[in-house]
């Protein structure tokens, strides 16, 4: 989907109506979006740079330190160069607080409000990133990411899902899906290496236990039956238990993935 843009170059977010999908306009930059506030995990302060504000969000404006500056609940979309959107995150209580002349532009703004989005994840900016420069291009990006990075990582691979499978056609039943376990240290870990094996650099194929099942009954790349080589899988199994106890009683995390490949058809080959 290619955002409709006002005149002007350089927009990287969008920002439209959750309501009547109307416009609330472009910005060049979205400062503060993918930093939670202290104590609290959805909270956020963002400073829109170089923005060309409409609809309920140029309203609001009129009305800072109202309550008449809620302009409401929006989606946020990222852009790649084209004008296209690479994927969109939903935000509520949407309240500007402040505004400026732009540096970017003479008829643009620098606008700030707080809102809450608690998919915006530390780090996840970076993802998108190396998304628009064309530079998630090989797989293993992840490998030396942090475990908040992993999270990341994934919640990007998820809202980009869309975007980056444009033209991708399933594979084939039957087929073999190689999983490389040298990386897999935790639950996340996981699913980053299960998402590049099956669709490629950045791959998305489930971030949970519950999406991951979703994601084998197809729609995602592959569904079964196929085949999963897994290899280094006793490394991984070890890693993971270790990093994923379960109460006594109940089943290794590494068991229930098993389960649930093999439920939906999977041929599973640890090596």
């Known amino acids: 989907m290619r955002a409709s843009e006002p005149g002007g170059t350089g927009w990287t977010y969008t920002l439209t109506s959750d ?3 109307s416009d609330w306009g472009f910005a060049q930059g979205a400062e503060g979006f993918f930093t939670p506030l202290p104590g609290g995990e959805g ?3 963002v400073r829109f740079v ?5 609809g309920a969000l140029l309203r609001s ?3 800072l330190g109202t309550h008449r500056a809620t302009a409401g ?3 946020i979309g990222l852009l790649d160069a084209e004008g296209a959107k690479m994927g969109t995150y939903f935000v509520s209580d949407v309240r500007t607080t402040e505004v400026r002349p732009s540096a970017c532009g003479a008829d643009l703004l620098d ?3 707080t809102l809450w989005c608690d998919m915006s994840l530390p780090g996840a900016d970076r993802v998108w990133d190396l998304i628009a420069a064309g530079r998630l291009n090989r797989t293993g990006l992840w490998h030396a990411m942090d475990a908040d990075g992993r999270r990341a990582w994934l919640s990007v691979a998820l809202m980009s899902r869309g975007y980056r499978r444009q033209g991708a056609t399933a594979l084939p039943p039957g087929h073999v899906v190689t999983l490389d376990g040298r990386h897999i240290v935790d639950e996340d870990s996981f699913y980053c290496a299960i998402g590049e094996a099956v669709n490629g650099p950045g791959g998305y194929f489930g971030w949970n236990l519950a999406a991951l099942d979703d994601c084998l009954c197809g729609g995602f790349g592959t569904a079964g039956p196929f085949t999963l080589v897994w290899e280094s899988s006793a ?3 070890a890693r993971v238990e270790e990093a994923e106890p ?3 009683g109940e089943e290794p995390l590494f068991g229930v993935l098993l389960d649930i490949f093999r439920d939906r058809g999977v041929d599973v080959v640890l090596r």
């Open 43 to 45: 909270d956020r302060r």
């Open 61 to 63: 404006l009129d009305h």
């Open 50 to 54: 170089g923005c060309a504000p409409q």
């Open 19 to 21: 309501e009547d999908d």
């Open 235 to 237: 490394e991984a199994r």
């Open 111 to 113: 606008i700030t409000a």
């Open 73 to 75: 609940s929006a989606w």
């Open 246 to 248: 379960r109460d006594p």
